[in-house]
């Protein structure tokens, strides 16, 4: 078991520095290099966030000033974002897989000073009208020319200012002891933008404090269940809340993390054999099958997902969405026990988690030791606690929407308490359908009764101010083709299969096992398999890969609507 550090008190900025000087020759990271690694040491590590650090200093920046990261994983994203927070700056990541109209939004209405970002390609990216009214005064490419992106502001590299930062530290050495004693405890140190199902993102600002609170917390939960000299993977997007709380995790606990990207972590799994491994559900599912397609015998499915995770995890964590009971007790019985919680952006970001000694799977778990959770008599949970961000960023009726009068922020979800303490998510709040019969039904509810259906991708119940429910259905292709090969279905295209006697019937059959589970009001009367599929570029999914329902409603309305006529 892995010695538990001591956060309280301490500013994410101050746990850096102290695990710079507690593991100077110790590698912090590798990261790919053909097919080969480079090994990262602490030293390092430090030293080009230090540089950064004094670059942002040695320009005049200073707090609240905002600096942005509009670029895909990387070693340098990593170092910049470091290197934003040392200076005590306020980090704004922009997630990469926005729109390039969402991008401007949110780098006008943060008000980024300066933005990181890939290259020459994506800053010319960026509609320059979006930007004609923000306070963006430069830009610094990860690599690229700078000379090559069309814009009317200073364009720098991130080599460039290294070195500048570099002459800065070097003639300054107490800089960043002097930066680490600045930060107070109510300062903004990271504002994230939450992809909110309707409208425009919202800023999310968090405080040392709301981070220090969260950071306190995990430890209690979960700290005891990690191993000494971790080795993990790398993958989730920096920019995502989750993503950047594992970093900070590795920095805490000294990690040695290989960087990795979501095409090729689960392939790296056997090779590298990780004690950690930080995932969302849909890679535990991916694993499930994997396992369970491999034989008919238990005893070999287990050893199977043991040979496809490496046969060294020790602690597994699942965030982002809920994960399938079936897929946990299975993992589970492999002596793999995943943790799972619920929390929102806001909350930065967990409220609940289940523990190794005490959980339901079919809940998400017991409140943090520090959080007071509640439901109003609408059922939606409300929270309170150290890690409860203060409003959303210059948006003072967001903000009074999000809080009660007594100040118990509204969560948009909905809940019920298990066996009195354990925390079970039945809905969010806005997504309720009220049929025309008056019957009130959480679609979700209904929804994931499907996680057991492989072919299925994602599928959408529907049927508000409607006598009965329709759904519409995405397919995975992979999937729906390895089980069409299996069962001899001849076909020309993807059109053709999806739209195939056999496909549809199999879906038929797995709609009318569900409706066996749920109340005649609750059942699906109907439903249309479509050809495309969700995703974040085309609006369907958030950045944090959850259905966008309102805007799936608006763009397959008709099809929708037909399954009445």
């Known amino acids: 078991m892995a010695k538990l550090p001591n956060v309280n008190n301490r500013t994410t900025t101050q746990l850096f520095i102290d695990a710079v000087e507690r593991w100077p020759d110790k590698t912090r990271w590798q990261v790919p290099n053909g097919n080969s690694w480079v090994p990262v040491s602490w030293t390092e590590y430090g030293n080009f966030v230090y540089c950064i650090a004094s670059a942002i200093k040695s320009m005049g920046y200073k707090y609240p000033d905002k600096i942005g990261i509009l670029a895909n994983n990387s070693i340098e994203w990593i170092y910049a974002a470091l290197g934003i927070m040392v200076a005590n700056t306020v980090l704004v990541p922009v997630y990469a897989g926005n729109t390039h109209k969402q991008s401007a939004y949110i780098i006008n209405h943060s008000d980024i000073k300066v933005l990181f970002a890939d290259n020459p390609e994506q800053v010319n990216s960026i509609p320059l009208p979006e930007l004609k009214n923000s306070n963006l005064e430069q830009i610094v490419l990860f690599s690229g020319d700078p000379e090559e992106c069309n814009v009317n502001i200073p364009v720098r590299s991130f080599t460039d200012i290294s070195s500048a930062g570099e002459n800065y530290y070097r003639a300054n050495p107490l800089l960043i002891q002097e930066l680490a004693r600045q930060p107070k405890f109510d300062d903004i140190a990271y504002m994230i933008y939450t992809s909110g199902t309707t409208g425009d ?60 990207t979501p095409l090729n972590v689960l392939e790296l799994l056997p090779k590298l054999k990780p004690q950690v491994f930080m995932s969302v559900p849909a890679y535990y599912e991916k694993l499930y099958l994997l396992a369970t397609k491999s034989s008919s015998s238990k005893p070999k499915q287990i050893a199977a997902l043991k040979q496809l995770t490496g046969g060294r995890i020790e602690f597994l964590l699942s965030g982002g969405a809920g994960l399938n009971a079936e897929v946990k007790e299975f993992f589970l019985a492999a002596g793999m026990w995943i943790t799972e919680g619920y929390g929102l952006s806001e909350c930065s970001p967990t409220l609940t988690m289940n523990r190794r000694d005490a959980y339901r799977f079919d809940s998400v778990g017991l409140p943090f030791p520090s959080v007071k959770l509640k439901l109003a008599d609408d059922g939606e949970i409300l929270a309170q606690g150290e890690n409860i961000f203060s409003g959303y960023y210059k948006d003072s009726k967001a903000t009074k929407a999000a809080f009660t009068d007594d100040g118990w922020f509204k969560t948009g979800d909905i809940g019920q308490w298990v066996d009195d303490k354990f925390l079970k998510i039945i809905d969010r709040k806005k997504n309720i359908i009220v049929t025309s019969g008056g019957k009130n039904i959480p679609p979700q509810n209904i929804e994931q009764k499907f996680g057991a259906e492989p072919l299925i991708e994602h ?36 059109e053709e299969l999806a739209g195939s006697a056999p496909v549809y019937q199999r879906i038929k059959n797995t709609i009318k096992a569900v409706n066996s589970q749920l109340a005649s009001y609750e059942t699906i009367k109907y439903f249309q398999i479509i050809t495309n599929h969700f995703t974040p570029q085309n609006g369907m999914l958030t950045a944090a890969m959850k259905v966008r329902r309102k805007e799936i409603y608006l763009r397959y309305k008709n099809e929708m609507e037909a399954l009445y006529e």
């Open 459 to 494: 599928l959408l119940v529907y049927g508000d101010s409607k006598k009965y429910l329709v759904a519409i259905v995405t397919l995975n292709e992979l999937l729906v083709a390895g089980w069409a090969k299996q069962n001899k279905i001849k076909y020309n295209s993807w």
């Open 201 to 260: 993102p919202k800023g999310v600002p968090l405080s040392h404090l709301n981070l220090a609170a969260t950071s306190s917390d995990w430890l209690q939960v979960n700290g005891p269940l990690l191993p000494d000299n971790v080795v993990d993977i790398h993958w989730l997007p920096n920019s995502h809340i989750y993503g950047w709380g594992a970093i900070g995790l590795g920095n805490i606990f000294g990690f040695e993390s290989y960087l990795s």
